[in-house]
């Protein structure tokens, strides 16, 4: 069974930086990508990055390209970690962040590419003005 555990979020100021976490596991094939998605109060879920850590080729949603980065652990064992390094934090960033699975990256937008999707729980970012 795949799992995704999302950890870090924080209150920080503005101006800083965070990094996420998203420890991944249960992973019974390679080809597989993790995304990272963010939700805002009131808004619409979106996506921020997408990694395979097969190759480690980060996408990126055009918002995010200035001030995040996206990296990852080699898999082993059907386990990984995926990070979202952020800087220059803007108080628009709070939401929570969330990574889901299995991803291909190279569609745009990213696409799921199993019958099951799995999500993480979402770590809260809280940036104060």
């Known amino acids: 069974e795949v799992r995704l555990a999302e950890s870090g979020g924080a209150l920080v100021q503005a101006g800083e930086s965070l990094r996420l976490s998203c420890a991944a596991s249960?992973?019974?094939?390679?080809?597989?990508?993790i995304g990272w998605f963010r939700q805002a109060p009131g808004k619409e879920r979106e996506g921020i990055s997408c990694?395979?850590?097969?190759?480690?080729?980060?996408?990126?949603?055009d918002y995010a390209k200035a001030r995040f980065t996206t990296s990852s652990d080699n898999a082993k064992n059907g386990e990984t970690t995926v990070y979202l390094q952020m800087n220059s934090l803007k108080p628009e960033d709070t939401a929570v962040y969330y990574c889901?699975?299995?991803?291909?990256?190279?569609?745009?937008?990213?696409?799921?590419?199993?019958?099951?999707?799995?999500w993480g729980e979402g770590t809260l970012v809280t940036v104060s003005s």
């Open positions: 889901a699975a299995p991803l291909n990256c190279t569609y745009s937008p990213w696409i799921f590419t199993r019958s099951f999707r799995v």
């Open positions: 249960g992973f019974t094939f390679d080809d597989y990508a």
């Open positions: 990694i395979s850590p097969s190759d480690s080729m980060p996408y990126y949603a």
